[in-house]
């Protein structure tokens, strides 16, 4: 049996631990959209871990960095997921690129970038204008990063301005945002599997 996909979601979500979260919520969706049958999902809320700020791969003792490193090597693909603040992404989704940076010049064993294979998304809530440009922030850091963005690479939801309607308090998802997670799911599953079969070529 082959083995399944690894999905790994960086919740940049600022609520800790079970507090209700919008981001979470699409998260959710999302997840849902990867079929048990050959996919796996796990979903870390990122203001939980103690990442310290840098630009290194280890900062020593409190350092959870090392460790969520790992899970995000061992991931097939990562989506990058965050609320909106002020047209922005959160601080704890941006010290995680930061972080990722450490690794930007890093090879693996065949002289590939430490990223190359391993696929990116983006989901992004918020009541105000910025979804666009989130995605493409967290995106074009992915390219840079060498992780491989598959066609329609994000999902996102922006209530309307001015109003207090978050994506938690809807009753149901809205199908222009389901359909955005079912191609997410869908490309990015696609990708990762055509990576696994065929690697990018070895440096020589």
Not at 102 to 118: N, V
Request: with cysteine; charged share 20%.
């Amino acid at each position: 049996m082959t083995e399944k996909i690894h999905v790994l979601i960086l919740n940049g979500t600022l609520k800790a631990g079970s507090e209700t979260s919008s981001t979470e919520a699409l998260a959710q969706e999302l997840s849902k959209e990867f079929p048990s049958e050959t996919s796996t999902v796990e979903t870390v809320r990122l203001v939980d871990l103690s990442i310290l700020p840098g630009i290194s791969d280890d900062l020593g003792d409190g350092d959870a960095w090392p460790a969520l490193r790992q899970r995000i090597l061992e991931a097939d693909v990562v989506v990058f997921a965050t609320p909106t603040w002020l047209g922005q992404m959160t601080s704890v989704m941006r010290r995680a690129l930061e972080r990722l940076n450490a690794d930007i010049s890093t090879l693996d064993e065949h002289g590939r970038p430490l990223f190359a294979g391993k696929v990116a998304a983006a989901l992004v809530v918020g009541n105000e204008d910025g979804a666009h440009r989130i995605v493409a922030d967290l995106l074009q850091a992915a390219n840079d990063l060498a992780f491989t963005v598959p066609a329609n690479a994000c999902t996102y939801w922006n209530g309307r301005a001015m109003e207090q309607v978050n994506f938690v308090d809807l009753t149901e998802t809205p199908e222009p945002v389901a359909a955005a997670n079912r191609g997410l799911a869908a490309n990015a599953l696609h990708l990762a599997r055509l990576l696994r079969a065929h690697p990018y070529p070895a440096s020589e």
